[in-house]
């Protein structure tokens, strides 16, 4: 148990769906994260959210859309997805202001993401 | 090209052989991570290393931040079959970036008994 939950575990949908996928941490960290873990591909940076606000928008396809209402919650919206977009999406979180070795991230089990 | 890259890319050994996987790069971070991730579950983290050639230990896993704070090694003694999974390296603070990491394409690593 990393202290980061995410759900669902897993999600099946339709070009055409609209589903959100949803990250607490009860870690009490000002820092959330959205990955995105392909087969072929490093892990990549979707959003970055500091003290509630998205200060980093990797250019993501807007069809990925993040919330972030408070600290601990972290959301990301998702609408009209293709079958490329299946991955493992993986929220983090940490403490910004750490120092040179603050930056540690603690990861969610993730969602995997099946889009038909 | 990745700004972090990871070799070997796959690595299947039999259980007690010692294996050294390396993560390298032409840029300077200011900290270097491991992650060791299992199928079906997020990276956890394993080490953290901010000091050019650092070396720490954790049980039968050695790693190591080089001189020049680039490169990072990670190397496990007489493997089991528990170390299964993918490690991942992960450098923190490039251009001053703040608490962005950036990520390798990982080592995955099977043990077999």
């Known amino acids: 148990e990393t202290g980061v939950t995410q759900t669902p575990r897993h999600l099946v949908m339709g070009m055409t769906n609209k589903k959100s996928l949803k990250c607490e941490q009860h870690l009490g960290h000002n820092a959330m994260y959205w990955y995105k873990q392909s087969a072929k591909k490093p892990l990549e940076l979707m959003f970055v959210?500091?003290?509630?606000?998205?200060?980093e928008n990797n250019s993501v396809p807007s069809r990925f859309s993040p919330e972030c209402p408070n600290s601990s919650h972290l959301f990301l919206h998702l609408h009209t997805l293709q079958p490329e977009d299946s991955a493992l999406y993986l929220c983090?979180?940490?403490?910004?202001?750490?120092?040179?070795?603050?930056?540690?991230?603690?990861f969610g089990a993730g969602t995997r993401l099946s889009v038909l | 090209t990745q700004l972090l890259e990871q070799s070997p890319q796959f690595l299947s050994i039999q259980e007690g052989e010692n294996l050294t996987v390396y993560c390298n790069s032409s840029s300077v971070f200011s900290s270097l991570q491991w992650y060791r991730q299992e199928p079906g579950e997020g990276p956890v983290l394993l080490v953290t290393v901010v000091t050019g050639g650092e070396v720490k230990k954790l049980k039968r896993l050695t790693f190591q931040f080089g001189d020049a704070r680039k490169d990072s090694s990670l190397h496990i003694t007489a493997a089991q079959p528990g170390d299964t999974g993918l490690y991942l390296c992960a450098g923190g603070g490039l251009n001053n970036a703040g608490n962005m990491l950036t990520f390798g394409g990982g080592t995955r690593l099977m043990v077999k008994p």
């Open positions: 959210y500091n003290f509630k606000e998205q200060t």
């Open positions: 983090a979180s940490s403490q910004e202001g750490g120092g040179r070795g603050g930056n540690i991230q603690y």
